[in-house]
C-alpha cells in the first residue's frame, strides 16, 4: 500500500565499524563494531549513560564519531548530514511541532520537499491520511499535539517519521515517557506495525524487558563497550558475562568453587562448570530468583538451609526473603503461587533450597 | 458570583493579594494617569482638539512612534541573533557579553545620549566614516533611531533567551531528519515556536522606546517639526507653563500607546492559545 513506506526494499543494512566517541574526558563509546541486519528491528539496551543514545545520534548523524566508520547499505555514511541520510527519528519527547496540526506534523516531511520532487495537495493529503490510518488516528488530523495523549503523540512521530519513507527509522527511548499501561499497548503494537513494513529499525532503550519482548535482536551496551548481541532468547538464556546476566534480570550470587570438575555450592554439585575455570578456583555462581527448588524441612545435609525471614507476594508469584544458616546472608526466591500455597510457608519456617540452574562466569563484573 | 472567584489553594489570602494589588496599581499607575486626564479636562474639546493635531504635535507623533516602531523591529532582528548565539554556542567572553546585554537597563539615559552623540558626531569614530556616504546620524531622525535602538536592546534578547533555551534541540533534528534545509527548519519550525516571545520583546522594547527621553535629546538636535520626539514637545510645553497643553499631548500620546499595546497583548493572546503556549 502507497503510504506505509512505499518503497519495495524493506529497508538498509547498517554497519557500524569501530566507532569510538569521546566527550572530552568520558568515552561514550569505545571500539563498538556492530552490523544491523536489512529489516530487523534491533534494540540498544543498557543503563543509562552506556553510550547507547550516542550511537543512536551517530547513526542518525547528529553525532560524529571520533574514529569508525557508519555504512548504510555498504556506502560510507559517516560525513553525511542528518538530511542526507534519510532516516525516520522518533524521539523520547516526541518533537511534535506545536504550532501544527496532526495532519501538518506528518505532511512536513513531504511539504518542504523542492518543488520538482514534492507530491500534488491530493497525493499529499492522500498518504497522511493513509499514515493515520496506519497508526490509527485517522479521525483526528486536525488536533493540535497539545490536544492528544502521550501514546497518541508518540504514534503521530511515528507517523511523520515514515511519511518521508525512510529506509532506516531510529527511535530513542520511544516509550520512556509513557504510563506503565500505555509502553505495553504501545510496544506491542509498534512490534506489529513492523511486522507489517519490515523497515529496519533501531530503539534505544534501559527497560530489558521492553527490549526482550519488542526486538528482533537485543544488543547490550555498557560503559561504552558492546557486551553482547543476540536475539532476545540468546541474551537472556546465554549471556555472555555476569552484566549481561545481571542486566537482563535479578540473579542470587551464592560462593561456589570448583571440585573435580564440578561446580559445589556448599554441599551441592551442580552443572554449569566450564573447561576454563581452574581447579579449587573460588568462584561466584549466579541463580534466577525462580530458579531455585524449595522444599520444607531440612535435614542439615544436602542443599542450602535458611529460614523464612518475610514473605512477600507480588501478583502472580511471591518472593521470599530467605536468611541462609552457613553464611548468614539474605538471599531472594521467587515461587509460583501454586508452589507456595502448596507449601504454605510462614516467616521463622525452615527451608531446604536447591538451585535447578546455575551460571558461572570467569570474569565477575557488578552493576 | 464574588464568592465564585475564590478557589481553594494551600495559599490563603486571596482577598488580601487582590485587595493590594488593586490599591498599588491605583497609586502607582491609575491615580497619575486619572491626574494627567483630569488637566485635560480643563481645556474644551475644541482646544483639546487643535493642541493634539497641531502641526508640529503631529510631526512628532510620526517621528515618536516611527522611530520607536523602526528601532523595535531592529532589535527585533538583531536581538534575535544575539540571542541565538547566546544560546546556542559556547565562546570565551561568553558571560561577559551575556552581561554586555543589561547594560543600557542600568546606564542613565543621559550617558548613553551623551556618548551615542559623541560617537555618532561627525567628528566622532563611526560619525567620521558615514559623513563622507552623506549619512547625517546625529542631530536627524536617523540619530533618535540609534538612540532607541540603544535603550530598547536588552528586552528582545532577555524575552527571547528563555524560550530559545526551552525550544531546545530536538525540533530541528526532527526537521532536518524529514529533509527540511536550515532555511525552512528555521522560518517553519523555530521562528513559529519563538514568536510568542518575539512578539512579547518588540512589545516591551516599543514601549519603552516611546516613552524615552533622556538620550534622544542629546542626539536628535530638537528640531520641532523634524527632530522633537513627543515626550520633548511634553517637556516644552511645560517650561512655556502650559499645563494643560502639555497633558493634552500626553493624553494623545497614552491613548495611542495603550491601543497599541492593547493589539499586541491580544496577538500574543491569539497565538498563544493557538499553539498551546510555548
Known amino acids: 500500500m502507497e503510504g506505509k513506506t512505499g518503497s519495495n526494499q524493506p529497508g538498509m543494512k547498517i554497519e557500524i565499524k569501530n566507532i569510538t566517541k569521546r566527550f572530552g574526558a568520558f568515552t561514550a563509546l569505545d571500539n563498538v563494531s556492530l552490523d544491523f541486519p536489512s529489516g530487523d528491528l534491533v534494540a540498544l539496551l543498557g543503563p543509562s549513560g552506556c553510550g547507547k543514545t550516542t550511537l543512536l545520534r551517530i547513526i542518525a548523524g547528529m553525532e560524529t564519531p571520533d574514529s569508525g566508520e557508519v555504512l548504510f547499505d555498504g556506502e560510507d555514511a559517516t560525513r553525511r548530514n542528518v538530511r542526507e541520510r534519510h532516516v525516520g527519528l522518533v524521539f523520547q519527547h516526541y518533537a511534535l511541532f506545536r504550532h501544527m496540526s496532526v495532519f501538518e506534523n506528518v505532511a512536513f516531511g513531504l511539504r518542504v520537499r523542492p518543488r520538482e520532487d514534492r507530491p500534488s495537495k491530493e497525493e499529499i493529503r492522500e498518504r497522511v491520511h493513509g499514515l493515520l490510518k496506519l497508526v490509527q488516528l485517522d479521525g483526528l488530523a486536525a488536533r493540535y499535539p497539545t490536544q492528544l495523549s502521550g501514546g497518541q503523540r508518540q504514534r503521530v512521530a511515528l507517523a511523520r517519521a515514515l511519511a518521508v519513507q525512510p529506509k532506516l527509522l531510529l527511535l530513542d527511548e520511544p516509550f520512556g515517557a509513557l504510563d506503565a499501561k500505555v509502553r505495553k499497548e504501545l510496544r506491542r503494537w509498534l512490534r506489529l506495525l513492523h511486522d507489517e513494513i519490515h523497515i529496519t529499525s533501531i530503539f534505544v532503550t534501559h527497560d530489558q524487558e521492553e527490549a526482550l519482548e519488542v526486538a528482533d535482536r537485543v544488543a547490550v551496551l555498557n560503559t561504552g563497550k558492546l557486551e553482547q548481541v543476540g536475539t532476545p532468547d540468546d541474551v537472556y538464556q546465554r549471556p555472555a558475562n555476569a552484566f549481561v546476566y545481571n542486566f537482563l534480570g535479578s540473579g542470587v550470587r551464592l560462593a561456589g568453587c570448583i571440585k573435580g570438575g564440578r561446580l559445589r555450592v556448599g554441599s551441592l554439585t551442580l552443572d554449569g562448570a566450564e573447561a576454563s575455570h581452574r581447579e579449587d578456583q573460588e568462584t561466584v555462581v549466579y541463580v534466577r530468583p525462580h530458579d531455585f527448588q524449595v522444599e520444607r524441612s531440612y535435614d542439615g545435609a544436602t542443599g542450602i538451609g535458611a529460614f523464612v525471614a518475610r514473605v512477600l507476594p507480588v501478583g502472580p508469584v511471591v518472593r521470599l526473603e530467605l536468611f541462609r544458616y552457613d553464611t548468614a546472608e539474605f538471599i531472594e526466591v521467587e515461587l509460583t503461587r501454586e508452589r507456595f500455597d502448596e507449601l504454605g510457608l510462614q516467616p521463622a519456617d525452615i527451608v531446604r533450597l536447591k538451585p535447578k540452574s546455575a551460571r558461572v562466569f570467569t570474569e565477575d563484573y557488578s552493576i | ?278
Open chain 2, 1 to 278: 458570583m464574588i464568592l465564585n472567584l475564590k478557589r481553594h489553594s494551600v495559599l490563603p489570602g486571596f482577598g488580601l493579594t487582590l485587595g493590594f494589588t488593586l490599591l498599588y496599581l491605583s497609586l502607582i499607575v491609575l491615580i497619575p494617569l486619572g491626574a494627567t486626564f483630569l488637566k485635560t479636562a480643563s481645556l474644551t474639546w475644541p482646544k483639546f482638539w487643535a493642541t493634539v493635531t497641531s502641526p508640529r504635535a503631529l510631526a512628532s507623533y510620526r517621528l515618536s512612534f516611527g522611530a520607536s516602531a523602526i528601532a523595535a523591529l531592529i532589535n527585533t532582528f538583531f536581538g534575535l541573533i544575539v540571542a541565538w548565539v547566546l544560546v546556542r554556542y559556547r565562546f570565551p567572553g561568553k558571560r561577559i557579553a551575556d552581561a554586555l546585554v543589561d547594560l543600557p537597563f542600568a546606564l542613565p539615559t543621559a550617558v548613553a545620549g551623551i556618548s551615542l552623540t559623541a560617537v555618532f558626531a561627525k567628528n566622532g569614530w563611526i560619525g567620521q566614516w558615514l559623513e563622507p556616504l552623506g549619512i547625517k546620524a546625529v542631530f536627524s531622525p536617523l540619530g533618535v533611531v540609534i538612540a532607541l535602538t540603544f535603550i530598547g536592546l536588552p528586552f528582545v534578547v532577555r524575552t527571547v533567551q528563555p524560550v530559545l533555551e526551552e525550544l531546545g534541540t530536538e525540533f530541528e533534528e526532527a526537521a532536518a531528519s524529514l529533509g527540511a534545509t536550515r532555511w525552512q527548519t528555521f522560518t517553519r519550525v523555530i521562528l513559529p515556536g519563538i514568536w510568542p516571545g518575539l512578539l512579547t520583546g518588540f512589545a516591551m522594547a516599543f514601549a519603552r522606546a516611546v516613552g524615552e527621553y533622556g538620550s534622544v535629546v542629546f542626539i536628535s538636535g530638537n528640531m520641532p517639526m523634524r527632530t522633537e520626539i513627543t515626550p520633548l514637545l511634553i517637556i516644552t510645553k511645560l517650561e512655556q507653563y502650559d499645563y494643560a497643553g502639555a497633558t493634552a499631548i500626553a493624553v494623545a500620546m497614552l491613548v495611542v500607546s495603550f491601543a497599541l499595546l492593547l493589539v499586541i497583548n491580544l496577538l500574543q493572546w491569539w497565538t498563544r492559545k493557538r499553539f498551546g503556549g510555548v
